[in-house]
């Protein structure tokens, strides 16, 4: 089983040279694999000075994610303790060479990806991400881009769920605490709905979308492309989808140290991440070797730690 969903938009290290050597000659250079994303293609682009990533979508859907990236990243890289892929080149669709989607050439960060580690050594990541979280999560501008599977009510997303209990990976994979699973998502339903101006949201933020140093601090923040405004509870989720529970209780504790957070709020968070735990699970059977794959497992067992 991979661990992502099946492409739909051919991108290989060919297409990506052409790409660049046609609308950016000035960085051409040597071109390699990095990685698959759930919605991107990521390739090295080593170019005559620097290291860049060449950010791709590989699905449909990821094609406007882009867009947002190229015009949001920019602004909010200013404000932000941490690094984040802000472009340093748009690129254009190109569909005479068989690509009709915007692409990126970002930043590329040298590192170790987060969801290689183990809950228990992401702990001390604990108050770089609440920082993170506290510097990005201002009230958002009215043209801010929308998501309609992030950011919003949870009852947004009650059915998508509910067709995933019902679907039977979830009872697979958990057995007899999936009924426990239920309940905790019909708490986080009944909690409250976010009535506060809507913030500015990374919208996935799980390890995999972290890059850490060699020695384990955050060296940046990756992957925007769910980028949005609306509820933070959406990002907050990553408490149970990052760490274990003495890590999670470090990161509530930053958190809170920098603004209140409500019961409600970190409530809704748990529904959160049981909604992304949930598409993990049933999406990659459950039983996928990948670390994505592992990350969908770990979040639905710490939401039921709590």
């Known amino acids: 089983m991979a661990d992502a969903p099946a492409p739909e938009l051919h991108v290989d290290a060919e297409l990506v040279a052409r790409l660049v ?11 390699e694999f ?32 882009i ?12 404000r932000l303790p941490v690094a984040v892929p802000a472009p340093v080149r748009s690129g254009r669709p190109a569909p005479e060479l068989g690509f009709d989607a915007p692409w990126s050439i970002v930043p ?15 702990a001390a990541l604990a108050p770089a991400l609440a920082a993170f979280i506290d510097a990005l999560h ?17 009852a947004a997303r009650d059915d998508s769920v509910r067709q995933r209990f019902a679907g039977g990976r979830l009872d697979a994979v958990l057995g007899d605490r999936a009924e426990r699973l239920r309940e905790v998502w019909e708490d986080a339903l009944a909690a409250p709905v976010w009535s506060g101006t809507p913030t500015w949201l990374h919208g996935d933020l799980h390890p995999g979308n972290l ?10 923040v990756i992957d925007f492309g769910d980028l949005t405004a609306g509820d933070p509870a959406t990002d907050l989720a990553t408490a149970w989808l990052s ?10 504790r930053d958190v809170e140290r920098r603004r209140p957070v409500d019961a409600a709020t970190w409530r809704r968070a748990r529904g959160w991440a049981v909604v992304w735990g949930s598409s993990v699970v049933d999406t990659l059977d459950g039983a996928g070797p990948g670390p994505i794959a592992r990350l969908g497992r770990h979040a639905l067992e710490q939401v039921l730690v709590d």
């Open 21 to 31: 050597e046609t609308q950016y000659p000035e960085l051409a250079g040597p071109v």
């Open 34 to 65: 990095a990685a698959n994303g759930w919605d991107n293609a990521m390739y090295r682009l080593d170019a005559r000075h620097a290291a860049y990533a060449v950010r791709l979508p590989r699905r449909r859907i990821a094609a406007p994610l």
């Open 67 to 78: 867009e947002h990236e190229q015009r949001w990243l920019p602004v909010l890289a200013e």
């Open 108 to 122: 590329w960060f040298d590192g170790v990806n987060g969801a290689t580690r183990t809950p228990a050594d992401r």
């Open 138 to 154: 201002l009230p958002a501008p009215a043209d801010a881009p929308h998501n309609p599977f992030r950011g919003v009510p949870l």
């Open 211 to 220: 890059v850490l140093e060699a020695f384990g601090a955050l060296a940046a």
């Open 243 to 252: 760490f274990d529970a003495a890590g999670r209780a470090a990161f509530v």
